[in-house]
C-alpha cells in the first residue's frame, strides 16, 4: 500500500526557533498534501492544503507566517514551524492524496513537537 | 457548513463480540465521500472502510461493515469478532466533490476487553 512517512518523529526546540518537519510519500506522487494538527484525544485539525507547485491553502485562524508549508515536488511537503512557542507543542501529522476528493488520504506517523 | 458527528466519546466491547459505532452528518451536497479511520495507541491514522455516496450498497471489508443510511444521514461502523487489536480511537469522515478536504468527528475511543 501507499507510504507516508514523516521526519522527525519526535523534536524538542527552544521558545524562539524554527523547526522543519518534512512529509514524503514514498511510493506514489501525491497531487494534494495535508497538515494537521492534534491535540490528546481530540481529532485532527486541518491547518492546510498544498498542492505542488503552489501557494498553500490555509485554514480560518492558522497563521500562514508562523506555519509556513512548502510543496516543492509531488513526493514532498514541509512545514516550518517559525519562532516556536510553547503553545505551539503539539503533534503535527501529514496526509497525502493521489487522486480526487473521493481518494483515500494516506497519513504520516505523526512528528512530535515540544517547544521549551 | 458540513459537520461530522460522533455521539460516543468511549465505548468497550469483550473479545469476540460485536460493536456499532455511530456517525452522523450534516450536509446539503449530494455527491460525497464517507470514510472511517481507526488510530491505534501508535497515533498512524489507518483507513477502515470507505463508501460512495451514490452506491447504495454498504461496504464490507472483512469485519468492518457499515450501515449508510443516506436519507438520514447516518453512517455506523460495525465491528464483528472484536479483537484487542481493534482497540483505538476511531474517527468518521466526510468528503464532498467542491471540497476536497476530510471533515472529521471528535472521534470515539474504542476499548477491546480480554
Known amino acids: 500500500g501507499a507510504v507516508v512517512s514523516q521526519h522527525p518523529s519526535r523534536v524538542i526546540c527552544k521558545s524562539g526557533t524554527s523547526v522543519k518537519i518534512e512529509c514524503r510519500s514514498l511510493?506514489?506522487?501525491?497531487?494534494?498534501m495535508f497538515w494537521y494538527r492534534q491535540f490528546p484525544k481530540k481529532s485532527l485539525m486541518l491547518m492546510a492544503t498544498?498542492?505542488?507547485?503552489?501557494?498553500?491553502?490555509?485554514e480560518q485562524g492558522v497563521e500562514k507566517d508562523k506555519f509556513l508549508i512548502n510543496h516543492a515536488s509531488l513526493t514532498l511537503s514541509t512545514l516550518t514551524v517559525t519562532s516556536a512557542h510553547p503553545e505551539d507543542s503539539s503533534f503535527y501529522i501529514c496526509?497525502?492524496?493521489?487522486?480526487?476528493?473521493?481518494?483515500?488520504?494516506?497519513f504520516g506517523p505523526g512528528t512530535r513537537l515540544t517547544v521549551t | 457548513a458540513q459537520t461530522v458527528t460522533q455521539s460516543q466519546p468511549e465505548m468497550s466491547v469483550q473479545e469476540a463480540e460485536t460493536v456499532t459505532l455511530s456517525c452522523t452528518y450534516d450536509t446539503s451536497e449530494s455527491n460525497y465521500y464517507l470514510f472511517w479511520y481507526k488510530q491505534p495507541p501508535s497515533r498512524q491514522m489507518i483507513l477502515v472502510i470507505r463508501?460512495?455516496?451514490?452506491?447504495?450498497q454498504n461496504a464490507t471489508e472483512n469485519r468492518f461493515s457499515v450501515n449508510f443510511q443516506k436519507a438520514a444521514k447516518s453512517f455506523s461502523l460495525k465491528i464483528s469478532d472484536s479483537q484487542l487489536g481493534d482497540t483505538a480511537m476511531y474517527f468518521c469522515a466526510f468528503v464532498y466533490n467542491q471540497g476536497g478536504k476530510l471533515i472529521f468527528g471528535q472521534g470515539t475511543e474504542l476499548s477491546v476487553k480480554p
Open positions: 511510493d506514489f506522487q501525491a497531487t494534494t
Open positions: 498544498s498542492n505542488e507547485g503552489s501557494k498553500a491553502t490555509y
Open positions: 463508501q460512495e455516496a451514490y452506491k447504495q
Open positions: 496526509s497525502a492524496r493521489v487522486g480526487g476528493v473521493g481518494y483515500e488520504q494516506y
